[in-house]
């Protein structure tokens, strides 16, 4: 790194972890003056590709609020929501890819979902699947009773 004060080369005299980066003492080997610097990993930028292909950066928010309005009035803890999101988060960026399909998140709360909660599920499948009926809809809750049935033998 060079010396903001003459432009020589520094040497780090001391690291040490600063919150959610590293702090290092630096000091000049031309001028002997010394100076701090902050270090963080800048975090990726993480796309959402939506059906239309229009792209958007990943907002954490907007998940948290969508399963908020699932799981109203059903026993479902905050802790329990804000730890779906945050793995489904996790997940997504330890891909390592800069863009994700809208339909890939949606798939990842519904199968988390429906373990966490039938009805919330039911609530979110409807607005995420758009179902076009009455009778799509009775399908779908269909095939989670069966599901419940399958795992309860």
Known sequence: MKCPYCGG????????????????RRECKACGQRFTTYEWVAPMRLMVVKADGRREEFDRDKLL????????KRPVSTEAIEELVSGIEGKLYSRGDGE?????????????LRALDDVAYVRFASVYRRFADVESLAQEIEDL????????E
């Open 145 to 152: 009773l069966e599901r419940k049935r399958r795992e309860g």
């Open 100 to 112: 994700v399909e809208s339909r890939d998140i949606g798939e990842m709360v519904m199968e988390r």
């Open 65 to 72: 609020a969508g399963l908020r309005k699932a799981c109203a």
């Open 9 to 24: 080369r520094t040497k780090v005299i001391d690291s040490r972890s600063a919150g959610e980066g590293i702090r290092r």
